[in-house]
């Protein structure tokens, strides 16, 4: 499934609060963190830089040692951070042992010894983003579903747990999207976690224009007899078979159909706001336009069945309405 997919991926976004007053640690935690995929990382030597830092900026997870300075200062951070950013995920790493599961009933999501080994460390970090960010998709969705709101705690994290919040919050914006209601603050949320779509740009930039066509077209979950009624057998077979040939250069020169197909796709991938599941939504919709002055071709029909017709005067008359536009 689409979301499960998504779901095992990394964070989009990656903002990395670290409070150590340690400059060795400080190091070797910014090229530890950047080499396993942050985007940014602050430091905070003091409570009050901590403080200021939260009260500024959204982090995606906080990294804190207990002792600051030569005083307990981790039940201080973790207070501030529940007023401040409450879904944000705080990894506790000390050298203090003793603190470690005070630190839990504190309200660490993760709290761990330092070691020279910093593998369990790291797992934490990557754990802890995710957690943010899946909180953060949660308070979004919970105006749109209802119903109590259950806290997501590290305890109660799973992949399961993920790919099940993942797929709903997908499945909600296809809803609201056809009945026509805001997505509010989950559109961000979900394209900070890296779950609005599946579309690859760097893959998709380095196809040649058969492939791309197979590829945008293979979110419209139609077959090759639609896109023979469309293109005519020779053109869709040449496209159908890029698929195999993805990332390679075309030989074969392309039919006038298949680019002008390739700009139509290009202009519903565009529409759906570069999420592909909302692009069979587009491409089947009657009236979307009835309300404009300057209609497409396709109005009262539908994209789809506007192209069914197997014209190539349809397409051409598409694109250039959709170049105008």
Request: net charge negative; with cysteine.
């Given at each position: 499934m689409a979301g499960s997919s998504l779901a095992s991926t990394a964070p989009a976004r990656q903002r990395v609060l670290v409070v150590e007053d340690e400059e060795a640690?400080?190091?070797?935690?910014?090229?530890?963190?950047?080499?396993?995929?942050?985007?940014?990382?602050?430091f905070a030597t003091?409570?009050?830089?901590?403080?200021?830092?939260?009260?500024?900026?959204?982090?995606?997870?906080?990294?804190?040692?207990?002792?600051?300075?030569?005083?307990?200062?981790?039940?201080?951070?973790?207070?501030?951070i529940?007023?401040?950013?409450?879904?944000?995920?705080?990894?506790?790493?000390?050298?203090?042992?003793?603190?470690?599961?005070?630190?839990?009933?504190?309200?660490?999501?993760?709290?761990?010894?330092?070691?020279?080994?910093?593998?369990?460390?790291?797992?934490?970090?990557?754990?802890?983003?995710?957690?943010?960010?899946?909180?953060?998709?949660?308070?979004?969705l919970h105006p749109m579903l209802g119903g109590p709101a259950c806290p997501l705690t590290a305890a109660r994290f799973t992949p399961e747990v993920e790919a099940d919040l993942c797929e709903r919050a997908r499945t909600l914006v296809l809803e609201r999207v056809q009945a026509g209601e805001p997505l509010g603050a989950l559109k961000q949320r979900l394209v900070d976690r890296?779950?609005?779509?599946?579309?690859?740009p760097t893959f998709f930039v380095a196809l040649d224009r058969c492939s791309k066509v197979s590829y945008l077209w293979s979110f419209l979950h139609e077959d090759i007899v639609t896109l023979q009624a469309i293109l005519g057998e020779d053109a869709a077979n040449q496209v159908a078979g890029a698929r195999s040939q993805a990332g390679g250069s075309a030989t074969a020169p392309i039919p006038e159909s298949v680019?002008?197909?390739?700009?139509?796709?290009?202009?519903?991938?565009?529409?759906?706001?570069?999420n592909e599941q909302l692009m069979p939504y587009y491409?089947?919709?009657?009236?979307?336009?009835?309300?404009?002055?300057?209609?497409?071709?396709?109005?009262?029909?539908?994209?789809?069945?506007?192209?069914?017709?197997?014209?190539l005067n349809a397409l051409r008359a598409s694109v250039r309405w959709m170049r105008s536009h």
């Open positions: 640690s400080r190091r070797r935690l910014e090229s530890l963190l950047f080499s396993v995929g942050a985007k940014q990382v602050k003091t409570t009050k830089e901590c403080i200021d830092l939260t009260r500024a900026d959204e982090f995606d997870v906080a990294s804190l040692d207990w002792e600051l300075n030569g005083f307990f200062c981790g039940k201080i951070l973790l207070d501030e529940a007023d401040s950013q409450r879904h944000l995920a705080t990894v506790v790493w000390t050298k203090h042992h003793n603190v470690l599961a005070a630190a839990k009933g504190w309200g660490a999501d993760w709290s761990l010894p330092k070691t020279p080994d910093a593998d369990e460390y790291v797992d934490a970090i990557q754990r802890a983003l995710r957690l943010t960010h899946s909180r953060r998709v949660l308070e979004a890296g779950w609005w779509s599946l579309f690859d680019d002008l197909l390739l700009s139509v796709l290009s202009h519903l991938l565009t529409i759906a706001d570069y491409w089947n919709v009657e009236g979307l336009f009835a309300d404009s002055s300057s209609r497409p071709p396709w109005e009262g029909r539908g994209m789809r069945q506007f192209m069914l017709v197997g014209d």
